[in-house]
């Protein structure tokens, strides 16, 4: 990162992310994402003024892998017991 990002890297005080000026998220753990995968997993739970990523025309349409598999496709194994 250049001198230049780094003086146009806003910081959410509500959730700490950076966001540079391309409109690139950079999330604490993980690789960088966009407005809309943030939306979609923090935004709008958080529901909170202070929040710098609220304007819709900057998120831009989010998609359905933007957010959070909703546990439906995930199969548990059934854990066996071995007493009888």
């Given at each position: 990162m250049n001198s230049n990002n780094a003086q146009n890297l806003q910081?959410?005080?509500v959730c700490?992310?950076?966001?540079?000026?391309?409109?690139?998220?950079?999330?604490?753990?993980?690789?960088?994402?966009?407005?809309?995968?943030l939306y979609a997993r923090v935004c709008q739970?958080?529901?909170?003024?202070?929040c710098i990523n609220q304007e819709t025309k900057l998120i831009g349409e989010i998609q359905s892998e933007d957010g959070f598999e909703s546990g439906e496709d995930l199969h548990?194994?059934?854990?066996?017991?071995?007493?009888?």
């Amino acid at each position: 990162m250049n001198s230049n990002n780094a003086q146009n890297l806003q910081t959410c005080p509500v959730c700490g992310v950076s966001i540079t000026e391309d409109g690139q998220v950079n999330f604490s753990n993980g690789i960088p994402g966009t407005r809309a995968r943030l939306y979609a997993r923090v935004c709008q739970y958080a529901q909170k003024s202070e929040c710098i990523n609220q304007e819709t025309k900057l998120i831009g349409e989010i998609q359905s892998e933007d957010g959070f598999e909703s546990g439906e496709d995930l199969h548990i194994p059934v854990a066996f017991s071995s007493s009888r």
